[in-house]
């Protein structure tokens, strides 16, 4: 199937039952057994639902994976992933990774004994000093939150080999439409399905990908055994959204680089962050690996500072400022107040991410409405 087809219908048959086109909701804690130790493949929803097990085939095809586990949120999927892990085991990040990602590993994990080393993945040759004899795994985004680095999957994953090390990457900025990192070598795949996956903000929601059958295995005992896992309502509006991601996300990166080149010009603005500009230092590695086409996020500075960028944010009328990202409503957030809020001041100047640092979510609203609630907000600064 081509991806436009999978999305679609891949893992989607229709209700055995009924016949209904559209996977059921089936909401229901238990299951009734036919007889002791026999059951129709479900027996609490905690360990497994219809519903859900829908998604995780969907999520998992459109990965190009074998296998796709849900959770409640992509934070506690994020947690799954590292609980496979053990005291004493160190992780090579991206030094610009989610502000909760950061928070929940120096915050929390640290305090079971895990260990952290945060480098410029965009730059490869950082990424071999940072390995030492305990290091497990190299984690990173791409593009980044907020500053939208690029880092070269391919060479990742020939590192994490080299090396013999899991690498995992959260794809929710680029989404499996745009780029499939398992197709290029990468072990785990991530995705807040909160943002374009679903696409409405309407849900809460997390996905971890793979091949290995040992990561899979490990995914599913932590799914049961913590219990962070979505309703099988927020599955079945997942996948309802993921119907039309390539529909959304083609509007999404055409609204995304009208919106950056508009920024580009102005001449209150002194950077934009966005891989689709040229100027963009990984520029082609993100044309090579995201198919010719960069999404709908977006970074930005004022001239100005962040009194600037307060005002900006405080006179947008048509975009929202609100947290989250990547549904069809554009929003604009500020990331040291609010993204990024628990990253220490000192630590997020040391990664790029200035106070008068903003971040747009470019929306499918005409291009043309966008651009003019920009600029309106624009000319009070």
């Known amino acids: 199937m081509q991806f436009e087809t999978k999305a679609v ?22 299951y ?18 219809p519903t859900r097990a829908v998604l ?25 992933v590292f609980r496979m892990f053990k005291a004493g085991d160190h992780f090579v990040m991206s030094d610009d990774v989610y ?37 497990k795994m190299i984690w990173l985004e791409t593009p980044t939150n907020p500053l939208l680095k690029v880092t070269d999957l391919e060479g990742v994953a020939a590192i994490g080999k080299k090396h013999g090390i899991l690498t995992g990457v959260d794809n929710t900025f680029a989404t499996p439409y745009l780029m499939r ?15 374009y996956l679903s696409g409405h903000n309407q849900i809460i929601g997390g996905a971890v990908i ?24 927020d599955c079945w509006l997942c996948l309802s959204g993921i119907k039309t991601l390539h529909l959304r996300m083609e509007k999404h990166s055409e609204n995304g680089m009208a919106v950056a080149k508009f920024l580009e010009a102005h001449p209150k603005v002194s ?72 990253v220490p001041r000192d630590d997020r100047y040391a990664r790029g991410l200035t106070d008068s640092l903003v971040r747009v979510s470019v929306g499918i609203e005409a291009i043309e409405d966008i651009i003019a609630d920009l600029e309106q907000a624009l000319e009070k600064v």
């Open 181 to 195: 990192p398992i197709e290029m070598g990468i072990d785990i795949v991530l995705h807040s399905t909160t943002k």
């Open 210 to 233: 793979t091949n290995h059958q040992h990561i899979f295995d490990d995914l599913k005992f932590m799914q049961k055994s913590m219990g962070a896992i979505p309703s099988p309502f």
């Open 271 to 342: 950077k934009v962050n966005y891989p689709g500009l040229e100027n963009h230092p990984n520029h082609e590695v993100a044309k090579r690996q995201m198919n010719g086409k960069f999404s709908g996020m977006i970074s930005f500075e004022l001239n100005g500072g962040i009194e600037a960028g307060r005002t900006l944010m405080n006179s947008v009328q048509m975009c929202y400022l609100a947290e989250s990202l990547g549904a069809v409503e554009t929003m604009v957030t500020h990331p040291a107040t609010m993204t990024h809020a628990g």
């Open 56 to 80: 995780e085939a969907n999520l998992a095809a459109l990965e190009s994976g074998e296998y796709g586990v849900c959770f409640a949120s992509g934070m506690s999927a994020v947690d799954a």
């Open 99 to 135: 502000g909760g990602v950061t928070r929940l590993c120096n915050q929390i994990l640290t305090k079971y004994g895990m260990t952290f080393t945060y480098v410029n993945t965009s730059d490869l040759s950082t990424i071999e000093p940072a390995i030492q004899e305990n290091t």
């Open 32 to 49: 009734v057994l036919e007889e002791v130790g026999k059951d129709k493949g479900f027996d609490y929803t905690r360990s497994s639902n």
């Open 9 to 30: 219908r891949a893992g989607i048959k229709p209700d055995p039952t009924t016949g209904a086109i559209v996977p059921p909701i089936y909401q229901s804690a238990t």
